[in-house]
């Protein structure tokens, strides 16, 4: 049977790269500004959502606009360059970017700038059709158009991709082009919470792929 599903778009932070913890950290810098009390890895995977001001705001009690926002976001993100360097893959990424039998590419809401440099430096290049993180400035917004976008410029339809990610957001911006997801346990959402969602849930990438080959 041929597989109806033949491109693969794989999210970044929290799916390939194992970079939860300095996630974390960064996040309890920019409530430390705040005064507001550390988030544990436990406690961010349970509230984390995008846009994350709407997490920031349940967090601190209170309304953050966008002025406030693109404030910590500048926070957050001089924090995690810093302990960036000491992020690697997750175990099992380049296995399960080889495993797959069909196109791929990358989507991250990372900055563009600095994600294909660290594409190559983790030894990645070639892997994907197309490599697109944030063209802007501030970070934080839903994945939904991000990812039409980036199909567009495949000239990939929506029905033929499957997206693995870590978050309900890469889910419902995948169906949001008439993909499908397979969410995957080891990034900034709790498992419950990905498994109440009611998408097809992975524990590994191996697994996610495995899964992903197989939906219709």
């Given at each position: 049977m041929a597989r109806a599903r033949t491109h693969l778009v794989w999210?970044?932070?929290g799916t390939l790269l194992n970079d939860l913890t300095l996630v974390v950290d960064s996040t309890n810098q920019v409530f430390g500004t705040l005064g507001a009390a550390a988030v544990s890895i436990d406690q961010h995977r349970t509230k984390f959502r995008r846009p994350i001001a709407d997490y920031y705001a349940e967090v601190l009690g209170r309304a953050v606009d966008a002025a406030e926002f693109e404030r910590l976001d500048k926070i957050f993100h001089d924090t995690y360059r810093l302990g960036l360097t000491g992020c690697g893959l997750a175990t099992d990424a380049t296995g399960a970017i080889r495993s797959w039998g069909g196109s791929q590419s990358l989507l991250s809401m990372w900055f563009h700038e600095e994600l294909v440099p660290a594409v190559e430096t983790y030894g990645l290049t070639g892997m994907f059709r197309r490599v697109d993180g944030l063209r802007g400035i501030v970070g934080g917004d839903r994945k939904a158009e991000h990812l039409a976008r980036h199909l567009a410029a495949l000239e990939v339809d929506g029905a033929a991709t499957v997206l693995i990610g870590d978050s309900i957001d890469d889910a419902d911006a995948a169906e949001s082009?008439?993909?499908?997801?397979?969410?995957?346990?080891?990034?900034?959402?709790?498992?419950?919470?990905?498994?109440?969602?009611?998408?097809?849930?992975?524990?590994?990438?191996?697994?996610?792929?495995?899964?992903?080959?197989?939906?219709?």
């Open positions: 999210d970044w932070n082009v008439g993909a499908r997801c397979v969410l995957y346990t080891g990034g900034f959402t709790d498992p419950e919470r990905l498994r109440r969602s009611g998408r097809p849930v992975a524990d590994s990438l191996t697994e996610a792929v495995r899964l992903a080959a197989a939906l219709p």
